[in-house]
């Protein structure tokens, strides 16, 4: 079986972009009367929010009863462990990674968490939703080429996120990862086989059209972009503690 696999270079622009920050979370003591609903409409968050950040299934609750609300405006919310849960079943009700969570909050030991601990559950919507623009901004291009659309991966551009992150946490910015290795050997190591492969990166710039504008105006990353040769993208999003932000672009075609 043929694989091809290709790297390009990367652009580095000294730009900062702050990201919200997570506040804490509100604690609410329901009263006589009450729901999830009103109590959600009071705060202004949605009901699925509300439920979520407390690990209720249902709409049953009772006076007294404790509840945390999340800051509809921050990057995260708050969670508190309940009896029989694990990290994994709370990032699936979450709707997020269960590595996010455990780099959120710092745990050495994921599978040591007891009923009561409060965790924060971090919120990508902000990231991806850059992330996206991204894909979108890339499509666009390929259009004006003639070429088809590529379909986005989430389960790529999870790995592209870890690239970006595992960049600001090692300290270094190239293809190549002291943790995973190639960026083919990281695709592999989460699963994801492909016939061939691709990777842009870039550091710095302070929008998606910035960093796309950047990489078309490389021949080497616009070859990645514009290349027939894939099918599906993955990108990746990180923003270090000075608020410079790491771009990763993945590109493949599965097998």
């Known amino acids: 079986m043929n694989v091809t696999r290709v790297l390009m270079g990367f652009f580095v622009l000294v730009t900062v972009l702050t990201l919200p ?9 329901v009263s006589p009367g009450e729901s999830l609903y009103l109590i959600s409409q009071k705060y202004g968050i949605s009901l ?6 407390n690990g209720i299934q249902s709409s ?5 009863q404790k509840l945390y ?4 405006a921050t990057g995260g919310y708050m969670y508190m462990v309940k009896a029989g849960d694990s990290i994994y079943q709370i990032a699936r009700r979450a709707g997020v990674n269960y590595q996010d969570i455990i780099r959120h909050n710092g745990l050495y030991n994921p599978d040591l968490i007891y009923p009561g601990q409060v965790l924060t559950i971090p919120n990508l919507d902000f ?16 259009s ?11 389960e790529l551009s999870r790995v592209a996120r870890y690239k970006s992150q595992d960049m600001i946490d090692r300290g270094y910015f190239a293809h190549n990862s002291p943790t995973y290795g190639s960026p083919f050997k990281m695709m592999e190591s989460f699963g994801i086989r492909f016939s061939a492969a691709g990777e842009n990166i870039a550091m710095g710039q302070q929008s998606p059209s910035q960093v796309m504008n950047a990489w078309m105006n490389s021949p080497g990353h616009r070859n990645n972009i514009l290349s027939p040769s894939f099918t599906q993208i993955g990108v990746g999003l990180a923003k270090d503690k000075k608020g410079r932000m790491y771009w990763t672009q993945m590109f493949i075609k599965p097998l």
Not at 69 to 72: C, F, L, V
Not at 144 to 154: C, D, E, R, S
Request: proline content about 6%; charged content about 15%.
């Open 21 to 29: 920050v997570a506040a804490q979370a509100a604690i609410h003591t």
């Open 144 to 154: 004006k080429a003639g070429l088809p659309q590529l379909t986005q991966n989430w």
């Open 127 to 142: 990231v991806k939703a850059l992330e996206n623009e991204v894909i979108r901004l890339v499509n666009i291009e390929r």
């Open 60 to 64: 049953l609750i009772y006076p007294g």
């Open 69 to 72: 609300i999340p800051d509809s």
């Open 48 to 53: 699925n929010n509300l439920m979520a950040s």
